[in-house]
């Protein structure tokens, strides 16, 4: 099926929110391997076409919900990468008070309303959003973010039933990053396992409608079908659901996340130099970031253009760092404050 291209200026915009994804994502790495930052933490890096596109769509009154690999959808929301940095330090100015970490990120004021690392957890609470949206009659949508794993979870089915009986305002997007998984069994990160090899015909058998696309890094498909979504929920016409489907980040093959592709080289995409190292081939040929630059430049884009873009957005990070690293740890006799008990 061809379908119309975005403006170039939507093009960049999506473009944009994927680069500050993907060097968000290096940061966090930079910090990790310093020993700043400690504990476990999951990077969306190898899946920025479908939160960017989906987040490019999304109006200013959109909630958001998203899952363990949620560092993305917070800063393509627009979360200040400041505050999401100290958030993972534990440190009193993160966006949750420290109190979060990396995987329990919210930023209300955008309307990124809950994270959750419980596989699927996120489909029962984006739903009961979804609900909340059509009982205060508002013209609004819920994207809710999840990854392939969350279609074993028995709450994700009783959610679309739900969702499509009452034809709740939401968008489901399954971000389905199995392609070249090797999962546990290989001894690498858990994947999924399902007897379905198509996931879309879960949801249909509730009748809601699905898009898939074979190609997760198609920004202008997911775009038009997320602006198709998203007027359909606030129309009263009830749930949609969107698959992405990704190759798998070799960094996110361990059980622990290495920067395996290394900092992201635009000059890749310039054509100045050729992808090199074991992963080469990720990098050739499945890399969204270095994808979309090579389209935009193949449009007319200027490399000049990209170049400062990038400029812009690793000065973000670089102050977004230094403003992580003066915020202080909470304060010990604020321990108990904010608990519902
Ligand atoms: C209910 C539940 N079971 C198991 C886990 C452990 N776990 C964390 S991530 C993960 C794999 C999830 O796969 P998927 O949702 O496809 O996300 P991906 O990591 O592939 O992006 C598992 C099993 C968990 N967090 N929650
Ligand atoms: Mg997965």
Not at 24 to 37: H, P, S
Not at 65 to 70: A, D, F, G, V
Not at 121 to 143: E, H, K, M, N, W
Request: hydrophobic content about 40%; charged content about 20%; glycine content about 12%.
């Amino acid at each position: 099926m061809t379908r119309a291209k975005l403006d170039a200026d939507t093009r960049l915009r999506i473009f944009e929110r994927m680069l500050t994804m993907r060097r968000l994502e290096e940061t966090v790495f930079d910090l990790a391997a310093r020993g700043i930052m400690v504990g476990h933490f999951h990077v969306y890096i190898g899946q920025e076409s479908a939160g960017a596109a989906m987040l490019q769509a999304a109006g200013p009154g959109e909630l958001l919900l998203s899952t363990h690999r949620n560092h993305g959808h917070l800063v393509g929301r627009g979360a200040d990468p400041g505050r999401m940095l100290a958030e993972f330090l534990g440190r009193a100015d993160g966006l949750n008070r420290g109190r979060g970490g990396t995987l329990h990120g919210t930023d209300r004021s955008l309307g990124f309303l809950q994270t959750s690392a419980v596989v699927g957890g996120i489909a029962p609470l984006a739903t009961g959003a979804a609900y909340s949206l059509q009982r205060q009659r508002r013209q609004d949508a819920v994207i809710a973010f999840f990854g392939d794993g969350a279609l074993e979870e028995g709450c994700v089915f009783e959610s679309f039933n739900i969702a499509a009986l009452w034809k709740l305002p939401i968008v489901y997007v399954c971000e389905n990053n199995s392609v070249g998984a090797i999962g546990r069994e290989g001894g690498g990160y858990n994947s999924s396992v399902n007897a379905t090899t198509q996931f879309t015909t879960i949801p249909k058998v509730y009748g809601i409608e699905t898009r898939v696309h074979l190609d997760g890094n198609d920004i202008d498909g997911i775009y038009l079908d997320a602006v198709e979504a998203l007027q359909r929920a606030r129309n009263g016409e009830g749930p949609t659901f969107i698959e992405a489907v990704t190759t798998r980040w070799p960094g996110s093959q361990p059980l622990w996340p290495v920067l395996a592709t290394g900092i992201t080289r635009l000059e890749v995409a310039y054509g100045t130099e050729a992808p090199s190292g074991e992963h080469a081939g990720w990098i050739a040929d499945h890399d969204p970031v270095l994808r979309i630059a090579r389209e935009l430049l193949a449009e007319g884009v200027g490399i000049d253009t990209l170049k400062a873009l990038d400029g812009t957005i690793r000065q973000k990070m670089d102050r977004a760092v230094d403003f992580a690293l003066a915020s202080p740890l909470p304060d010990p006799a604020t321990a108990t404050d904010y608990l519902f008990a």
